[in-house]
Each structure stands twice: as structure tokens, then as C-alpha cells.
């Protein structure tokens, strides 16, 4: 059975899909958001393993949430009234596209692709993007009291794990990510970021100074006052990387 997530800011678009969905012995609908922030919530809560998602709704983007999300990542079926997002949704490496109103006949298309492909969704890596000619993306989602935040690219200094949780810090907050510091390092660019340690990644345009330490270790200090120690088998790289 295949476990599938509804996401749409429009209740009438929902309904329709749902009933067309009914013909499908082999999709069970587990859920429903009705915004991206929602969307965000109810696949890490329930883990589908489709999500049918709308691009154009409040608070953040549909292409958002697919950019976010945690490995295991669901397959994608973006359902939009726009087509000029068709690019961006296949860079995000999103099992198919329907424009709005939506048919019985290019919906079962779409479901039959799933049926091929099977339920679980590649990873995405750097190297594989880079492959497509993918533009990394410049927003992220970070969470702040129970809210989701759109984060520009530049406004980024450092995720770190810290107790358990990976952190997005900017110059004067501190918000929580649902993403890995494994998954960020695989989908953000490499020339912009870079991973110090297993713990810690940094934006290279923000660092101020970095110092080196008996053993080979250092210590790299960004523009927002941070401090945060390099591993040894990181810094040559880190150094090449900012000489470059």
C-alpha cells in the first residue's frame, strides 16, 4: 500500500484529487495540509511515502518544502495550476508534474510511473545536481516557535548538531532544521558551504579568521563572532577552499 500525503491551500482542489485517488486499490490517503508550514509538519510526522504537492500556497512555497525535506524522502507529485515551475520541479527530482485540473487519465500516468519506480525516493547528493546542472537552492526552512521560517542563503553562518537537533544560526538567531548536517551538505553548494567537523558546517563567505591549532586542528572564527573548532582531516581543504 502506498501511503500518500495531500497538499494543497485550496479545500475544493483536495477534495477532487481524494476522490479521484478512490479508484486506486494501492493508495491509502493518510493525511492532508493545507499550507507549506503544515506540509512540513504532517510528513515528518507521518511519513508518506507520496506526497501530491501544491506549489503556489501561504507561508512557503511547495518547491520549498521538497527542498527541505529529510531523508528518507517521499516521491514528489507536484499538482499545480502553473507550468513554469516544471524545471525547478524536475531539479528536485520530482516523479511528475500535473497541471491543475487535474484528470483521471494522466493522474493514473502519474501513479503508474510510482508503480515502476517504486515508493522510495533516490537520494540527492551534490555531485548528482551538479550532474544536472541543478542551481542549488538559496532558501531554506528553519523553525522558530513553532513556526517555519523562509532563510536566505546569505543570511546563514552555520548549522551545527547541538544536543541532539541541527541548528541554523544567522547573526542574531538560532532556529531549528528538520534536515541532517549530512543532508545539508548534500544539497547545498559546495562553494558556499562547507562541513569543519562532523558537527558543524559554514557559510565560507562569512568567515573572519581562522586559526591553527597544535595537531593540526584549528579554530575558525566568522563574521557573526562564532567560533567553531575544525577537524584536522577538514582544514587543508577549508584552506583551499577559501583560497580559491
Not at 510511473?113 to 547528493?125: A, D, E, I
Not at 538559496?138 to 523562509?150: H, S
Not at 543532508?183 to 581562522?210: G, T
Request: proline share 5%; hydrophobic share 40%; with cysteine.
Amino acid at each position: 500500500m502506498i501511503r500518500a500525503l495531500l497538499v494543497d491551500d485550496e479545500d475544493l482542489a483536495r477534495s477532487r484529487l481524494k476522490s479521484l485517488l478512490r479508484a486506486f486499490d494501492d493508495i491509502e490517503i493518510i493525511g492532508e495540509a493545507a499550507d507549506g508550514e503544515q506540509a512540513m509538519d504532517r510528513i515528518q510526522e507521518l511519513k508518506p511515502d507520496l506526497v501530491f504537492l501544491d506549489i503556489q500556497m501561504p507561508g512557503c512555497s511547495g518547491t520549498e518544502v521538497a527542498q527541505s525535506l529529510a531523508a528518507p524522502e517521499p516521491k514528489i507529485i507536484f499538482c499545480t495550476a502553473y507550468d513554469q515551475y516544471a524545471l525547478e520541479a524536475f531539479e528536485l527530482s520530482a516523479l511528475d508534474y500535473l497541471l491543475k485540473p487535474v484528470t483521471r487519465a494522466r493522474l493514473a500516468k502519474a501513479i503508474e510511473k510510482l508503480r515502476q519506480t517504486g515508493s522510495s525516493q533516490p537520494p540527492r547528493s551534490a555531485d548528482t545536481l551538479a550532474a544536472k546542472g541543478h542551481s542549488y537552492p538559496t532558501r531554506l526552512l528553519a523553525k522558530r516557535a513553532g513556526r517555519y521560517r523562509v532563510i536566505q542563503q546569505n543570511e546563514v553562518f552555520y548549522f551545527a548538531f547541538e544536543d541532539g537537533l541541527t541548528r541554523l544560526h544567522t547573526v542574531d538567531q538560532d532556529l531549528l532544521m528538520d534536515l541532517t548536517i549530512t543532508d545539508l551538505e548534500n544539497r547545498l553548494n559546495p562553494r558556499v558551504f562547507f562541513r569543519i567537523s562532523r558537527a558543524a558546517m559554514i557559510n565560507l563567505n562569512h568567515v573572519h579568521e581562522v586559526s591553527p591549532l597544535p595537531g593540526g586542528y584549528a579554530w575558525v572564527t566568522l563574521r557573526n563572532k562564532a567560533r567553531l573548532e575544525v577537524s584536522r582531516r577538514r582544514l587543508k581543504e577549508l584552506m583551499d577552499k577559501l583560497g580559491q
